[in-house]
């Protein structure tokens, strides 16, 4: 009766292990306001609690000049060096587009786990007229999101 018993709590406990998620990617899209950096905060402790690597994204306009786009990666590096230990920094990308698309694609790319962005908190007809870029990740992303709306 024992063995059974034994063999019972392994099996609970394998399924346990399978179900739990397994996050290695992080994607945080940085607008390189406050705000956006509140995301970051958020998703630090998380990929420090599973080893995972935080990839950053900044979005330009269309039609950058390459200046402009080696100058928000720079900024890109040396924010993501001042916020987080070596250990959690992964991917430093800088793409041009609308940024809904842009953080769904880069999502996709890198086979992210999570994505941590700021919501702006827009609400009525601001918000019905522009949309919100959290809300469209939140509907179209190929993995978790996790908002940070700020206090």
């Known amino acids: 009766m024992k063995s059974t018993s034994k063999a019972h709590k392994q099996e609970v406990f394998g399924r346990v292990l399978r179900s739990f998620p397994r996050l290695q990617r ?7 306001s406050g705000k956006s950096r509140q995301a970051l905060l958020y998703a ?6 599973f080893s995972a690597r935080i990839s950053l994204l900044h979005v330009l306009p269309p039609k950058c000049t390459p ?5 928000a990666l720079k900024r890109l590096r040396e924010t993501g060096q ?6 959690l920094l992964g991917e430093f990308l800088v793409r ?6 842009e953080i769904i694609a880069a999502a996709r790319q890198l086979d992210a786990d999570l994505i941590a962005l700021t919501t702006t908190g827009q609400t009525g007809l601001k918000r019905l007229l ?4 959290a809300e ?16």
């Open 130 to 133: 522009e949309g919100s870029t």
């Open 82 to 87: 001042k916020m987080l230990p070596p250990s």
């Open 44 to 49: 630090a402790p998380i990929a420090g609690k």
């Open 67 to 71: 200046v402009r786009k080696a100058a």
């Open 26 to 32: 992080i994607l945080v899209p940085l607008d390189f």
């Open 136 to 151: 469209e990740v939140v509907r179209l992303a190929p993995c978790p999101v996790l908002t940070v709306r700020k206090k």
């Open 96 to 101: 041009t587009g609308k940024p809904e698309r």
